[in-house]
T-cell receptor, first 114, second 116 residues
Framework: DAKTTQPPSMDCAEGRAANLPCNHSTISGNEYVYWYRQIHSQGPQYIIHGLKNNETNEMASLIITEDRKSSTLILPHATLRDTAVYYCIVNPNAGGTSYGKLTFGQGTILTVHP | GAVVSQHPSRVICKSGTSVKIECRSLDFQATTMFWYRQFPKKSLMLMATSNEGSKATYEQGVEKDKFLINHASLTLSTLTVTSAHPEDSSFYIC????????????FGPGTRLTVL
């Protein structure tokens, strides 16, 4: 499985955009990039996922580089409630021995401050 | 949509007893459910994968006789921690996906188990 590298922590001012990078240089063709976040003592919350194209939903935008070796999660207007651990995970969405499995790394602790 | 619940949210039990945790997909049919464990300040670790109507597949190092998993219906999976010991104290989290593991996984809120 492709592994991901994320900065251990980031800060962001409330109301500003939070840009969380993720490196996945060994990603293979059938692997999607998923983003989840975990607020303290809660289960992870799904944010967004993509394969090649940039994606946007009501929570965030996902920008994937053309070579697919890295991506950026963008929270356009961060609030205090966005303070959480953000996980970038690559996952084969079809086939393969790790089909459906999510391997969580250490993630990025995002702290949004007033 | 895509709501997953867990019950109980927290449980305290005595060493040697068994504890059952339920995971339910409330608004979709979950063909596959996953069970994770998370120790303090650590990331989630996958314990097992269960498909409705079949035996669970356990990750290496996870004792199947200690962590019994049943996925009897498309909306319910249970994890039973048998003969619990203090080292089993952890945060147990389930997730569910709708299409044989290939669809997005949605997570439950977690169950905090404390074994005295």
């Amino acid at each position: 499985d492709a592994k991901t590298t994320q900065p251990p922590s980031m800060d962001c001012a409330e109301g500003r955009a939070a840009n969380l990078p993720c490196n996945h240089s060994t990603i293979s063709g059938n692997e999607y990039v998923y983003w989840y976040r975990q607020i303290h003592s809660q289960g992870p919350q799904y944010i967004i996922h993509g394969l090649k194209n940039n994606e946007t939903n009501e929570m965030a935008s996902l920008i994937i580089t053309e070579d697919r070796k890295s991506s950026t999660l963008i929270l356009p207007h961060a609030t205090l409630r966005d303070t959480a651990v953000y996980y970038c995970i690559v996952n084969p969405n079809a086939g393969g021995t790790s089909y459906g499995k999510l391997t969580f790394g250490q993630g990025t602790i995002l702290t949004v401050h007033p | 949509g895509a709501v997953v619940s867990q019950h109980p949210s927290r449980v305290i039990c005595k060493s040697g007893t068994s504890v059952k945790i339920e995971c339910r997909s409330l608004d979709f049919q979950a063909t596959t459910m996953f069970w994770y464990r998370q120790f303090p300040k650590k990331s989630l670790m996958l314990m097992a994968t269960s498909n409705e109507g079949s035996k669970a597949t356990y990750e290496q190092g996870v004792e199947k006789d200690k962590f019994l998993i049943n996925h009897a219906s498309l909306t319910l999976s249970t994890l039973t921690v048998t003969s619990a010991h203090p080292e089993d104290s952890s945060f147990y989290i389930c997730s569910a996906s709708g299409l044989a593991g290939g669809d997005t996984q949605y997570f439950g809120p977690g169950t905090r188990l404390t074994v005295l």
